[in-house]
T-cell receptor, first 113, second 113 residues
Framework: DVKVTQSSRYLVKRTGEKVFLECVQD?????MFWYRQDPGLGLRLIYF???????EKGDIPEGYSVSREKKERFSLILESASTNQTSMYLC????????????FGNGTRLTVT | GENVEQHPSTLSVQEGDSAVIKCTYS??????FPWYKQELGKRPQLIID?????GEKKDQRIAVTLNKTAKHFSLHITETQPEDSAVYFC????????????FGTGTQLKVEL
């Protein structure tokens, strides 16, 4: 069974702090994704990566960056956290196969005060 | 980019009744339409998917239909049970867009006893 692990379940940070959200998958998947989940807005794609050191902007990349130095690890970085980045963050991975499903982590609930 | 609209945002049914959730998409190049179920406090999980060369797919009590001409697809749940209570997300993937999924805003389904 695919396992996608997010390092923190809950995180509280102050405005202006640099925040790292970590995600690790154990299935040698090529593709990794960061989504943000807000009530009434669904799941919105922040960034994704097809391969090590490769990244592509999703629909809402402003205020975020990512890093993929190893195939199994995909990090989301908030350079200077703001209160409007308070949200649930979901990491996901998928294989490179055609229309392969997304496998999600349990999410990180980030609160920025 | 792709835009996916989902209705209704909330749906309440009596146990044993049927539930229907509808989604529309904007990009005619979309060719893959998965549905995810997210139970309270848990990660989204794939429950069924359909490809653009198929009009209908069924898996026990759930079915998905696709109308490419109208650019809409629907999830049908028959004989609903309390364990069907969850948030359901539709999604669409554009041909050539890699494995990037665009999600709808979600439907909170409540099955009442």
């Amino acid at each position: 069974d695919v396992k996608v692990t997010q390092s923190s379940r809950y995180l509280v940070k102050r405005t202006g702090e640099k925040v790292f959200l970590e995600c690790v998958q154990d299935m040698d998947h090529e593709n990794m994704f960061w989504y943000r989940q807000d009530p009434g807005l669904g799941l919105r794609l922040i960034y994704f990566s097809y391969d090590v050191k490769m990244k592509e902007k999703g629909d809402i990349p402003e205020g975020y960056s990512v890093s993929r130095e190893k195939k199994e690890r995909f990090s989301l970085i908030l350079e200077s956290a703001s209160t409007n980045q308070t949200s649930m963050y979901l990491c996901a991975s998928s294989s490179g196969g055609y229309n392969s499903p997304l496998h999600f982590g349990n999410g990180t609930r980030l609160t920025v005060t | 980019g792709e835009n996916v609209e989902q209705h209704p945002s909330t749906l309440s049914v009596q146990e044993g009744d049927s539930a229907v959730i509808k989604c529309t998409y904007s990009d005619s190049a979309s060719n893959y339409f998965p549905w995810y179920k997210q139970e309270l406090g848990k990660r989204p999980q794939l429950i069924i998917d359909i490809r653009s060369n198929v009009g209908e797919k069924k898996d026990q009590r759930i079915a998905v239909t696709l109308n490419k001409t109208a650019k809409h697809f629907s999830l049908h749940i028959t004989e609903t049970q309390p364990e069907d209570s969850a948030v359901y997300f539709c999604a669409a993937r554009v041909t050539g867009g890699g494995n990037k999924l665009t999600f709808g805003t979600g439907t909170q389904l409540k099955v009442e006893l």
